[in-house]
């Protein structure tokens, strides 16, 4: 996803192909929100819909103000700070990123240069691309800690969080930083670099380590922070609809093109690859996923497929660009299979992420950042590249998780102590949407708020939250 900015003498000319494209992929990556918000908003009880989905909103509302004002300039602006992050003053409120830019073309309009070869872009659009990936990014933590926290808090969170730990992030991976392929980051520490560029580079092609990664070990120290929801492991807290999951899932699988294809930058070859890549993967990663259920319990289900399709586009994230086909059914197969036994940790180490953040995000996050390494047709160790690479990938992904779990654990502690987490207890119990929002998601013969809220989920899912012998996949995402 690296693009060049530099001083051209000629003026440049922006190719409409690349810009239409671009421009595509940004609505796909956006409409992924939303469509989390379904996916999410299904998982859960019908007492907690609506505040699922309101996570997820609201961290659109969040990120959309603070990406403008300062997210862009922390992830990609000119001043490097000890390769950390980016001077949040340098392009503050997307200074120079519309006019008066590095490169401009006739009409004074900043543009980037993809491949450092002539193929210009507006600087603007890659910042509406960008700000898209910090969306969903937070808005998937909201899963870890369903059902109990107040909405004010996840709001604060949301922004301090995005700030501190995702803007970071995406300078060191993408922006030059410590975990990019610039002479100053690690992999040239630990290889060296040629003419300023790492000998061994990085690969996350669309968001392994900054999104999954960050997203998933976000929601696992969440999770500690805010504690057990009342019932947990005791009561069953069945999705209370598998419709909307899967939909929600297919909407995923829609933007995901616009999230892997798009990081190109451009309609080409490559991009081409990625999305069959991606589509692959996923495909295996469903089998992957249903294989299992089917051996361990008998049945395939709807939120086990749902489930597979998800931790199939994470796996495949940051690699679709650097594995063949059938290395990305390879990726995705082994992906779904991890998922769905990892997603019962959580009763075994008694940690509630409520929707399996850290199941399926963070264990195919590292499993997709890590296999690349593996897998990469150019260095990866199946294909005689040697273990530099898979070194490498092992840094970066064991670096983000270090990095997101300190800064996360800060920001969750300082919030338990000033705003607090916790909903109260009978509201937790009476619905959190009707405590929270004043609103039902459905109407229970014409109850209102609160006792829409109390009412019983609905029986039509599979799901269930109290743990037994050989724990299912579909028991433990709800």
């Known amino acids: ?195 300023g560029v790492a000998n061994i580079l990085p690969i996350d092609f669309a968001g392994g380590t900054v999104v999954h990664i960050n997203a998933g070990m976000a929601g696992l120290v969440l999770a500690l922070i805010v504690g057990v929801r009342k019932g947990f492991g005791k009561v069953a807290m069945r999705p209370h609809n598998l419709p909307l999951v899967m939909i929600g899932a297919g909407l995923l699988w829609f933007g995901w093109f616009g999230f892997n294809a798009g990081s190109e930058l451009a309609a080409d070859g490559l991009a081409s690859l990625v999305w069959v890549n991606t589509t692959a993967a996923t495909a295996a990663a469903i089998l992957g996923w249903l294989l299992v259920e089917k051996v361990r319990d008998g049945h395939p289900t709807s939120l086990g497929a749902a489930s597979g399709v998800v931790a199939g586009l994470v796996a495949i994230t940051p690699a679709c660009g650097a594995l063949s086909p059938v290395g990305s059914l390879i990726l995705g197969a082994v992906a779904g299979a991890l998922c769905a036994l990892a997603v019962g940790l959580k009763f075994r180490f008694g940690y509630d992420d409520s929707l399996d953040v850290v199941g399926v995000h963070l264990v195919a996050g590292l499993w997709g950042t890590i296999g690349a390494g593996l897998l990469s047709t150019t260095t990866g160790l199946f294909y005689g590249g040697g273990a530099k690479q898979l070194v490498i990938q092992i840094v970066i992904a064991f670096g983000a998780l270090l990095f997101t779990a300190i800064v996360t654990a800060v920001i969750g502690l300082a919030l338990k102590a000033t705003m607090g987490w916790r909903i109260d207890e009978d509201a937790e119990v009476a619905g959190i949407d009707g405590a929270e929002h004043a609103e039902s998601g459905y109407d229970f013969g014409g109850l209102g708020a609160r006792g829409a809220g109390s009412t019983p989920a609905h029986a039509g899912g599979l799901s269930s939250n109290i743990p037994s012998t050989g724990t299912k996949a579909t028991e433990v995402i709800a």
């Open 1 to 195: 996803m690296t693009a060049t900015m530099v001083l051209a003498e000629d003026v440049p000319v922006i190719n409409e192909a690349a810009t239409a494209f671009m421009l595509l992929c940004a609505a796909l990556v956006l409409l992924m929100t939303p469509g989390l918000a379904l996916f999410y908003g299904g998982m859960v009880r019908a007492k907690s819909v609506l505040n699922m989905m309101m996570m997820s909103f609201g961290a659109m509302g969040v990120i959309g103000v603070i990406y403008v004002l300062w997210g862009y300039s922390m992830s990609f602006g000119g001043a490097d700070v000890a390769g950390i992050f980016a001077n949040p003053f340098d392009m503050f409120g997307l200074k120079g990123a519309v006019t008066d830019g590095k490169v401009v073309d006739a009409a004074g309009t900043s543009v980037i240069d993809v491949f450092g070869v002539g193929v210009y872009i507006p600087e603007i659009l890659f910042v509406g691309f960008q700000l898209t990936f910090a969306i969903i990014t937070v808005a998937l933590i909201s899963g870890a800690v369903a059902d109990r926290v107040k909405f004010g808090t996840w709001l604060v969170f949301s922004g301090l969080w995005v700030t501190l730990a995702y803007f970071p992030l995406a300078h060191m991976v993408w922006g030059g930083g410590l975990l990019s392929g610039a002479e100053s980051g690690l992999s040239a520490k630990i290889f060296g670099a040629t003419d």
